[in-house]
């Protein structure tokens, strides 16, 4: 063995818990700890008082169309991919359904009166759980109770990510479900189990329910039950394989048969035509044509310049977010000397898949938030495989300088990375939900405002409807706040935006400074054509937002 590295713990039989130390003091660290991330969690939520951008927007009104026995139907597009011809639509041909889920069963549980705080709860005490979730894999790691502790603590203060644990959103099921799939792919490695690979399998339908990418999980497990390992016979890997399989399928069936009945097909079409984006906002094209032929006529030089952009864009996300920068060097050291342990194996596979998938595939999906979202499943074990990384740096120091000592350094060393974590954390908090340098109110809850006046210009309009459709740069957010569904603003002129508008029955447009290109003229200068007729306008003076009625013939 080599110096400086420590063998694996198992976990204990009885229930997964830590096998070192006394079984109280172990759980007595869990509930702590997850008292402690309910805690931080608890006070993101406090401060949040709306979803505050599309995906938030989306999973969050899916939850309450499911619990108001609505269905899963939306009145809006946010996107053009595989646009159908009117509204409304079958929900989740992109994305996945379980965030809507969880909300609706925040809704149902917590009551109707306050639907988003109530869909937050859900999200809040799960997200908690990723703090002992987390103890509990950096103990396999080490066997040391104080790693896993410092583990747990740097997950209650995770950067970026505590922003978001809290939010109903894909961050929090899919952390909990795809880390899960890997740890108890690990922990089959090394107790081969009949159960575990079937659970390993059931997270990793939870994760696919989660995120389309979550199919990565169940390959990653698939191909981890089948690889050789002492003590294992081919048939033994391939039962392994199979368990899992059926894990999976106990989750993915319904749903699979729910997709077949409303979409004709077990997976949308919606989210495999992303890999042919040329750019990010050719989600928006209309008429829709993502694919091969446009992709590749585009030539090599675009689409190399979008992978370049994807592989610095989330080569930056791993060392800012999933490292929150200083962890770096801990993280690669860590890993390069223990990927191929079982613990950390399965992970380790994962993380490549994952990154490749989000950088050299799905390219503009992955670095406008792909890899962000689906690498909070490897937040556990980065936190775990960083703290053994820093005990590797802090063990060679020690060797070659003897006015240190390990053990004092470690402490120190220890102690001062969860401090630095709690700082980030914070400041994280400050500027992306309360708004720096302004402290006097809450800038995350102001983003829908514009929204808010321009439904309440709407509601005054006595000949306007409720069911009057409404274009804008967000649907699912312009439906929270004025709950008028509608299209998004597409990625083309005067004249496709028109088209559109009239295809899905638009009455009014809503214009603000985040347009496509084609689109400028339009905000700056106003329209050129005479169907589109001022409204209002909302907002700074600074940033206008403009509401256009759109008219059957120009005016005269």
């Known amino acids: 063995m080599n110096a400086g590295r420590q063998p694996h713990a198992e976990l204990s039989r009885s229930g997964g818990l830590p096998s070192g130390g006394t079984p109280r003091r172990s759980?007595?660290?869990?509930?702590?700890?997850?008292?402690?991330?309910?805690?931080?969690?608890?006070l993101v939520a406090w401060l949040v008082a709306q979803p505050g951008y599309t995906d938030a927007y989306y999973y969050f009104n899916g939850g309450r169309f499911i619990a108001e026995g609505r269905g899963l139907l939306d009145p809006y597009l946010w996107n053009y991919v595989a646009a159908p011809p009117d509204l409304p639509v079958p929900a989740f041909a992109y994305w996945q359904p379980m965030p809507s889920f969880l909300a609706a069963l925040g809704i149902l549980l917590f009551g109707r009166s306050s639907p988003?705080?109530?869909?937050?709860?859900?999200?809040?005490?799960?997200?908690?759980?990723?703090?002992?979730?987390?103890?509990?894999?950096?103990?396999?790691?080490?066997?040391?109770?104080?790693?896993?502790?410092?583990?747990?603590?740097?997950?209650?203060?995770?950067?970026?990510?505590?922003?978001?644990?809290?939010?109903?959103?894909?961050?929090?099921?899919?952390?909990?479900?795809?880390?899960?799939?890997?740890?108890?792919?690990?922990?089959?490695?090394r107790a081969p189990r009949w159960w575990v690979w079937l659970l390993a399998g059931v997270c990793a339908g939870l994760g696919h329910l989660t995120r389309a990418d979550g199919v990565l999980l169940l390959a990653v497990v698939g191909f981890v039950a089948l690889l050789p390992r002492e003590g294992s016979d081919k048939a033994g890997r391939?039962?392994?394989?199979?368990?899992?399989?059926?894990?999976?399928?106990?989750v993915m069936a319904p749903w699979f048969a729910r997709n077949l009945a409303a979409f004709g097909r077990i997976l949308p079409s919606g989210g495999i035509n992303a890999l042919w984006l040329i750019e990010y906002n050719d989600l928006f094209n209309y008429p829709p044509d993502l694919s091969p032929a446009r992709y590749f006529a585009a030539g090599w030089g675009t689409i190399l310049s979008g992978k370049w952009a994807a592989l610095r864009g989330n080569l930056a996300s791993f060392v800012g977010v999933n490292n929150l920068v200083f962890l770096v060097p801990f993280t690669l050291i860590?890993?390069?000397?223990?990927?191929?342990?079982?613990?950390?194996?399965?992970?380790?596979?994962?993380?490549?898949?994952?990154?490749?998938?989000?950088?050299?595939?799905?390219?503009?999906?992955?670095?406008?938030?792909?890899?962000?979202?689906?690498?909070?499943?490897?937040?556990?074990?980065?936190?775990?495989?960083?703290?053994?990384?820093?005990?590797?740096?802090?063990?060679?120091?020690?060797?070659?300088?003897?006015?240190?000592?390990?053990?004092?350094?470690?402490?120190?060393?220890g102690a001062s990375v969860v401090v630095l974590a709690g700082i980030v954390t914070g400041f994280a908090v400050l500027m992306r939900v309360v708004g720096l340098p302004d402290l006097g109110q809450v800038a995350w809850n102001g983003q829908g405002a514009v929204y808010d006046e321009i439904g309440a210009v709407l509601d005054a309009l006595c000949s306007v409807?409720?069911?009057?459709?409404?274009?804008?740069?967000?649907p699912p957010g312009f439906y929270t706040h004025t709950g008028r569904g509608g299209v998004p603003l597409p990625n083309g002129d005067e004249a496709t935006l028109l088209r559109a508008a009239d295809d899905y029955r638009v009455s009014f447009v809503v214009v603000d400074r985040n347009v496509a290109d084609p689109l400028i003229g339009l905000y700056l200068n106003g329209p050129e054509s005479g169907r589109?007729?001022?409204i209002g306008t909302f907002g700074s003076p600074d940033d206008p937002v403009y509401l256009y009625r759109l008219l059957e013939e120009p005016v005269r």
């Open 27 to 42: 759980v007595r660290s869990l509930v702590l700890l997850y008292l402690l991330a309910l805690l931080v969690n608890g």
């Open 116 to 189: 988003f705080d109530a869909a937050q709860m859900v999200f809040v005490l799960l997200g908690a759980a990723l703090a002992p979730l987390t103890y509990v894999i950096a103990f396999s790691s080490s066997g040391e109770r104080r790693h896993a502790l410092l583990a747990g603590l740097l997950a209650v203060f995770s950067g970026f990510y505590a922003i978001y644990w809290s939010l109903p959103e894909s961050f929090t099921p899919f952390a909990l479900s795809g880390a899960g799939a890997l740890a108890l792919a690990g922990l089959g490695r």
């Open 238 to 250: 391939l039962g392994g394989a199979v368990l899992a399989a059926i894990g999976y399928l106990l």
């Open 334 to 413: 860590g890993l390069w000397r223990r990927w191929r342990e079982s613990w950390l194996l399965p992970a380790a596979l994962y993380g490549v898949a994952l990154f490749a998938a989000m950088t050299f595939a799905f390219s503009w999906p992955g670095v406008r938030g792909g890899w962000f979202h689906s690498s909070g499943a490897l937040m556990p074990f980065i936190f775990s495989v960083a703290l053994v990384g820093l005990d590797d740096v802090l063990r060679w120091v020690s060797r070659r300088r003897r006015t240190w000592d390990f053990e004092t350094a470690r402490r120190v060393f």
């Open 465 to 474: 409807p409720p069911d009057v459709r409404v274009m804008s740069n967000d």
């Open 532 to 534: 589109l007729l001022l």
